[in-house]
């Protein structure tokens, strides 16, 4: 038994930022960002936020699918941006579209989020609690960037990506691996508020998102084709299986990089950062979709997901469409 995509959508703040926007904010060029990370532009929330966003691609993954909101039986949404802390964006999601029938709940895992929600419902489904489950890639990053701070500034973009999954006999997802490392959290982190009670003194706090580009960039590349061919030996296969590879969308080089590695030809790298930037745990859904309504995916075709993100976590998953 397994889980199956069955339908997929995706949504962006309707606000798009060139290059060309950032380089009169810091000091870089639309040649530098494009050359050192595949990126042209990037959707920027001007008011859309991460439950908007969300529920509407959990909408049209819905509508993809042929399904109802009440059939819903889980909903899950993975973010690292959400508005509030209660409720969460999933409860909010659930009530925007009617889903008055399913388990909510957020998590994150930051950019590997949506996996590590995949394989969530995954296994909610195999241990037969659940039959089928909504999941939500969601994130209004802007929010959490420091617009001064060029190493990170020129990287991220705002959207969602959804997908519905329900149970099926054969086929669907056939692995999945999925890793942490906290010790290695000072690489990526940030976004955090100052603690303000009565009897708590001024302590520091990271305000925006802080990362260290070029160590990420070298667990990224090294992290990857591990998890990938973990994955794959654990379904019993190889890379030459493989008719396509759907990855975190950090870096165009990252993805060169891995592609190199795993010695797959880069043209099984389908990419969407030129447009839409590294929206984080949005990214894989986002493609996915775009990918669907492209009639680029057909079933029974194998497809390898792939992220990795802050905490560090990174993950992986092989199916069958
Ligand atoms: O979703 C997961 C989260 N994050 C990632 O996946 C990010 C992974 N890392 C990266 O994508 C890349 O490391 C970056 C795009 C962030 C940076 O690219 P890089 O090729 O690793 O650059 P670097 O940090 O090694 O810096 C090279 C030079 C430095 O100048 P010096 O010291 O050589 O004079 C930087 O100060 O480029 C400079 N630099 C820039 N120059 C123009 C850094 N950022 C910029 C910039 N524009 N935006």
């Given amino acids: 038994m397994s889980i199956r995509i069955m339908g997929t959508g995706s949504a962006l703040p309707g606000r798009r930022v060139e290059n060309r926007e950032i380089v009169e904010l810091v000091d870089t060029s639309d040649e530098w960002i494009r050359e050192r990370t595949g990126i042209g532009s990037r959707h920027v929330s001007t008011g859309e936020t991460v439950v908007a966003l969300a529920a509407d691609a959990c909408g049209q993954a819905l509508a993809d699918a042929g399904r109802q909101a009440e059939e819903v039986e889980l909903l899950l949404v993975a973010t690292c941006s959400p508005e509030d802390v209660a409720p969460c964006m999933a409860c909010q999601v659930q009530s925007r579209i009617g889903a008055g029938n399913a388990v909510a709940f957020d998590l994150n895992a930051a950019c590997a989020g949506f996996l590590f929600a995949l394989h969530t419902a995954w296994a909610y489904v195999e241990a037969g609690i659940y039959r089928n489950a909504l999941i939500a890639g969601s994130e209004v990053l802007s929010k959490l960037v420091d617009w001064e701070d060029r190493g990170t500034c020129i990287l991220f973009g705002d959207g969602a990506g959804a997908v519905y999954v329900e149970k099926c006999e054969t086929g669907g997802i056939l692995s999945f691996v999925q890793h942490a490392d906290g010790s290695r959290g000072a690489v990526l982190a940030g976004g955090s508020r100052p603690l ?14 802080r990362m260290d580009g070029r160590e990420v960039f070298a667990f990224a590349l090294r992290q990857v084709p591990l998890n990938v061919e973990e994955a794959l030996g654990k379904a019993h296969l190889t890379v030459g299986d493989v008719e396509l590879f759907v990855l975190h969308q950090a870096n165009r080089r990252i993805i060169e990089g891995i592609s190199k590695r795993l010695g797959a030809d880069i043209s099984l790298f389908p990419m969407n950062l030129d447009q839409v930037g590294n929206t984080s745990s949005a990214a894989i859904p986002l493609l996915l979709d775009q990918l669907n309504r492209k009639g680029k995916l057909r079933r029974g075709m194998r497809l ?7 905490g560090l976590t990174c993950g992986a998953c092989v199916m069958e469409w």
């Avoid at 009565?198 to 302590?203: H, L, M, S, T």
């Avoid at 390898?304 to 802050?310: D, E, H, N």
């Fill in 196 to 209: 303000e009670n009565p009897w708590a003194g001024q302590r520091d706090f990271q305000k925006f998102l």
């Fill in 304 to 310: 390898v997901l792939s992220g990795f993100g802050a």
